[in-house]
């Protein structure tokens, strides 16, 4: 798979792109501020899918919890792939890369966030940008992170989490988190998508050649090596991109189709 960094940039770097091209209703931003907070919760949602290994980047976020839920992700996908598995498919020993790498897991992820901010409010909201941010965090400051003990990490994305709700209440709508969510599982799953394996995105419901866990990719001279030269020129691609789009998202949002100039802050 393409590492937590890579994951987590590009995931930063799509937040910012269609963060204000999304129409207002379906959560796209409305201020230079609410952009780089979408920005932030694609950028942890970016690593969600990788839920489903304990030895990934999020089973290491929040101790015991995180590496718990891994398991359980793991061994419940893993359960998936051999309910809806043909003859055609290959058999497993665990469950990374099935259920959470598919089409269906980003849309059930982004929706499940949505419901869940719209009938709990601020409660849920400031859960998920803790868990999100906090992602973003491990994902975007891997060295640091890894010299911090992981409940100094976990405080700080807490107070990260209702700093952004106490400055942009509206930044938090079920609407915006639900589509950031979305797009970084989506983000994440293009990204292992172009590795030597690829990602089943279909996976469990439709059968391609009799196989219903049919791995997507690009031709093989196209795919890349995780933590490999062309991951890390992808990682500085996506920083670079990151740093373009922060640009135009404070001097001119209209590149990005926001309709925020009037909150741009005026730069040389």
Not at 187 to 194: F, N, V, Y
Request: glycine share 12%.
């Amino acid at each position: 798979m393409v590492m937590g960094p890579t994951h987590a940039m590009s995931g930063a770097a799509a937040g910012l792109a269609l963060g204000a091209f999304l129409p207002a209703h379906w959560g796209g931003a409305e201020s230079a501020a609410e952009l780089f907070v979408f920005a932030g919760v694609t950028a942890g949602a970016a690593l969600l899918p990788d839920l489903d290994t304990p030895q990934g980047t999020l089973a290491r976020s929040f101790g015991l919890v995180s590496t718990t839920a891994a398991h359980v992700v793991e061994n419940t996908s893993q359960a998936i792939y051999n309910v809806t598995k043909t003859r055609k498919d290959d058999p497993i020993n665990n469950g990374h890369r099935t259920a959470t790498h598919t089409i269906w897991f980003a849309l059930l992820a982004g929706g499940a966030v949505s419901a869940l901010v719209g009938s709990f409010g601020k409660t849920a909201a400031v859960g998920v940008l803790f868990f999100m941010l906090g992602l973003a965090i491990r994902g975007l400051a891997p060295t640091w992170t890894k010299k911090q003990d992981w409940l100094y990490v976990t405080g700080l994305s807490l107070a990260l989490a209702l700093a952004v709700w106490a400055i942009l209440p509206a930044s938090a709508g079920s609407a915006a988190l639900g589509a950031a969510v979305a797009v970084g599982c989506l983000t994440h799953l293009l990204g292992d998508m172009i590795t030597k394996r690829g990602v089943p995105l279909l996976g469990g419901v439709v059968s391609i050649g009799g196989k219903r866990w049919w791995d997507f990719g690009p031709p093989a001279p196209l795919r890349i090596r995780a933590n490999g030269m062309a991951d890390r020129i992808l990682l500085s691609a996506c920083t670079g991109a990151v740093l373009l789009l922060s640009y135009y998202a404070l001097a001119d949002p209209s590149v990005l189709g926001g309709d925020f100039g009037a909150a741009a802050v005026a730069l040389p």
